[in-house]
């Protein structure tokens, strides 16, 4: 292994909290995250992020805690680029377009990297920056911090030792309807946990596709809110949940898990 070059600056993964864009529900920054974070992303003059706007306000909070090294308004915070349109799309251009984000490493500076929610690069974008600066033989640090996914699973009760993240399902009724009992099969002939997760506004949705397309022996983890207040896990059959009648908030993130 190639021994990282002492101009480079690193990157920094920053994890970020769970309440993302759910109101009211914001809890100590400090309750969430380790010290070694707060006191981290306080002295990085230099971000990469999905939107500069929600990386200012989670600064703002990192603030309350230990104060910025330099003002908020002089801190330089780059978007992450949007995937091309069309299959494939300009690869090239979308290759430049992660290595320019890594300019500041380049140049001998410090960076970090920061997610919407959770750990950055894990069921987030950035994982081309990650790759981009290992590419760059830039010196990645992640930091610990609250992973949605993880946390469902260690809290479900199905089985942790195998297991699949696969994202969001379709969104049209007949492509989800068969990726659900797809899973549900890999999952009974693996004895593998199936996670996965969706939009708020689509909880609903996704919670009546699964109860009416999974057999009722199946089992169905749902976690709802984790790390708020409000937040809660609950592990049961199929069968069960439909007998329950129990619905989901539309506005929290949650995610779903399956063991067939």
Avoid at 70 to 96: A, M, Y
């Amino acid at each position: 292994m190639s021994a990282h070059s002492n101009k480079k600056g690193r990157l920094y993964l920053i994890p970020n909290t769970l309440d993302f864009g759910v109101e009211g529900a914001a809890v100590p920054l400090n309750e969430v995250l380790p010290q070694q974070v707060i006191a981290t992303a306080a002295r990085l003059g230099h971000w990469a992020a999905e939107s500069a706007k929600t990386t200012r306000a989670f600064l703002k909070r990192v603030d309350e805690v230990c104060p910025l090294a330099q003002p908020l308004q002089s801190l330089e915070i780059k978007e992450l680029p949007r995937p091309p349109k069309g299959r494939g799309g300009d690869l090239v251009n979308q290759n430049q377009a992660w290595h320019a984000l890594l300019a500041p490493a380049l140049a001998g500076h410090d960076m970090g990297l920061i997610s919407e929610a959770g750990l950055p690069a894990v069921a987030d974008p950035g994982a081309l920056l990650v790759a981009a600066a290992h590419d760059a033989d830039i010196e990645v640090l992640p930091l610990s911090g609250p992973s949605s996914l993880l946390m469902a699973l260690s809290a479900s009760g199905l089985n942790g030792q195998s297991f699949a993240f696969v994202g969001y399902l379709p969104v049209e009724a007949p492509a989800r309807a068969a990726r659900i009992k797809e899973l549900e099969a890999l999952s009974g002939r693996q004895q593998q946990t199936q996670l996965m997760i969706e939009t708020p506004y689509r909880n609903s949705a996704l919670l009546h596709a699964l109860l009416s397309h999974l057999r009722p022996q199946t089992r169905l983890s749902i976690s709802c809110g984790l790390s708020l207040a409000q937040g809660w896990t609950r592990s049961a059959s199929v069968a069960d949940w439909r007998s329950s009648g129990e619905g989901l908030p539309d506005k929290v993130p949650a995610v779903f898990a399956i063991l067939a």
